[in-house]
């Protein structure tokens, strides 16, 4: 097994593991494209079944996710539909009472950023940050976009409103410091492979991906991190939160693993003395 040279995770941890959960809601009427019945139904059906669907999260799905972590003592961060807290405060007031973040996530799952003009993305941001913060008792430190629906401007306006940290990353490994317009925020990457693609298949699937990846990261890649995301309506059901608390209980044998909740893996980036450390940096 390689050893660690140059930076290292807090206390010398060897890999990172971020538990992310989506926490989702839609617009009134509204019902997402992959749910149930979406390939039966003739165009302008209304998709009642997806509909209720989809709010499996908020009623089962979340309640059953914090209560498993709580049992494995494992914090996470739930990426939050500012809906969601208005609809169900008692969720995220429980999230944060569990010890685990509350972050940032669009107003509704499909009222995207990326289909906003430049205001009314920066007041839908502050609006949802503010509205968290009214029902969970704390203010959100970061924001991950709905569907990675970013624009060119969603990390300056992010910065503006203090936010320490974001997660619109899909090209690094590791978190870094940004610099924008409105000050400095931390980058802190996201998933490759979720549950909501293993429901219909196999859930077997998700202990097979993150148990190979994990296996490689801590064999080969010391300092390396790998982040295991949750739907609320997707990984909050039985099936899949089963094999979910496999994976856990399979990372928590190694004594050198650091399970990091965003908003620390985002002060580690902030205060490291590098803006990016990069895979040529670390290895050759």
């Not at 008792?137 to 709905?146: A, E, H, N, V, Y």
Request: glycine content about 6%.
């Amino acid at each position: 097994m390689e050893h660690a040279s140059g930076p290292t995770w807090p206390n010398g941890k060897r890999i990172a593991v971020a538990v992310t959960v989506m926490y989702e809601t839609w617009a009134e009427g509204k019902a997402p494209n992959y749910s149930v019945q979406t390939t039966h139904l003739k165009p302008g059906s209304v998709d009642l079944a997806g509909r209720a669907w989809s709010t499996y999260g908020a009623r089962v799905g979340v309640w059953r996710v914090v209560r498993t972590l709580d049992r494995l003592q494992i914090p996470a961060t739930f990426f939050t539909n500012a809906r969601c807290a208005e609809l169900y405060p008692d969720t995220v007031a429980q999230i944060v009472k569990s010890g685990h973040d509350v972050g940032g996530h669009n107003y509704t799952q499909d009222a995207l950023l990326a289909y906003m003009e430049p205001e009314e993305e920066r007041a839908t941001i502050s609006r949802c940050l503010g509205i968290l913060e009214e029902k969970a008792g704390k203010r959100p430190t970061g924001w991950l976009s709905s569907v990675l629906a970013f624009t060119e401007n969603t990390t300056s306006f992010l910065a503006a409103e203090k936010m320490k940290w974001h997660a619109d990353v899909t090209y690094i490994d590791l978190p870094h410091r940004i610099e924008t317009r409105n000050g400095i925020i931390a980058a802190v990457p996201n998933s490759d492979f979720t549950d909501n693609r293993v429901l219909r298949s196999s859930p077997r699937d998700l202990w097979d991906v993150y148990k190979g990846t994990f296996d490689f990261l801590y064999r080969t890649e010391p300092m390396s991190m790998l982040v295991l995301t949750l739907h609320t309506h997707f990984g909050g059901r039985p099936m899949v939160m089963s094999v979910f608390e496999e994976i856990i209980r399979y990372m928590q044998q190694f004594p050198d693993v650091w399970f990091a909740r965003h908003e620390e893996l985002g002060a580690w980036a902030l205060d490291a003395a590098a803006p990016e450390h990069t895979y040529q940096s670390r290895f050759f």
